[in-house]
């Protein structure tokens, strides 16, 4: 029993981005032996793929991640806005946290790295069509650490009017009594505020407070 070819209209239709024509001429010939998988275009920049794909219209993308000018990305990020049916799988030999990341947050729906198998790219490229996500393990891990553990965002400690008084005249060489004496407090009282902007700073001692809060802007640079 013999089957019909498949239509034109049940192809999986492909462009294939990358700034290196053997990876592409590698690709197409991988890909167009397989019956339900066609390559419509191929694009060498991000530039070339955002024209491609208003040109081609693909089901599905592969996407190199780092190229001259735009990039994987950005090129993501703009076809995405006006084609937004379209669906983009990141094939690169980066699996850094940032470059994922970036992917993904431009919509990338599927990330896989250049030592993929032919079984494991031609699989992905379907599941893509089908609206899935593909992702290789080592990069999924990564992301579902990103989603348990986030990173903490980044804030500047506030310090009281006192507490950057102390710490500029320790900047200057200055002893706990001889603050006291200038601010007009107990030496007692010194050593609290010091205590205070070194829990605020996470720091343990007065080399480091004054270093940390220099380096956040906390504190002004020091004059002998």
Do not use: W
């Not at 076809?79 to 919509?107: C, F, K, M, S």
């Not at 804030?155 to 002893?175: C, D, K, M, N, W």
């Amino acid at each position: 029993m013999t089957h019909a070819p498949r239509t034109e209209a049940a192809m999986i239709r492909i462009l294939l981005v990358d700034d290196h024509p053997v990876v592409r001429d590698g690709l197409r010939g991988m890909l167009e032996s397989e019956p339900d998988l066609a390559v419509v275009g191929e694009a060498g920049s991000g530039e070339e793929a955002v024209a491609a794909a208003h040109t081609h219209h693909p089901d599905v993308i592969l996407m190199d991640l780092r190229m001259p000018g735009l990039d994987g990305p950005g090129a993501t990020d703009r076809i995405l806005a006006a084609l937004p049916q379209t669906r983009v799988v990141v094939l690169t030999t980066y699996d850094t946290d940032a470059d994922i990341l970036r992917a993904v947050e431009a919509g990338a729906c599927g990330y896989l790295l250049k030592d993929a198998t032919r079984t494991d790219l031609t699989a992905a490229i379907r599941a893509a069509a089908r609206g899935e996500t593909v992702l290789t393990p080592s990069v999924a891990g990564r992301l579902v650490e990103q989603v348990r553990n986030p990173p903490r965002p980044a804030t500047t400690p506030i310090l009281s009017a006192r507490e950057v008084q102390v710490l500029s005249l320790v900047a200057t060489g200055r002893t706990n009594a001889d603050i006291g004496r200038i601010l007009h407090i107990t030496e007692a009282t010194v050593k609290t505020h010091l205590l205070r902007a070194f829990n605020k700073l996470d720091v343990s001692d007065r080399t480091a407070a004054v270093t940390t809060a220099m380096a956040l802007g906390v504190l002004p640079p020091a004059h002998p």
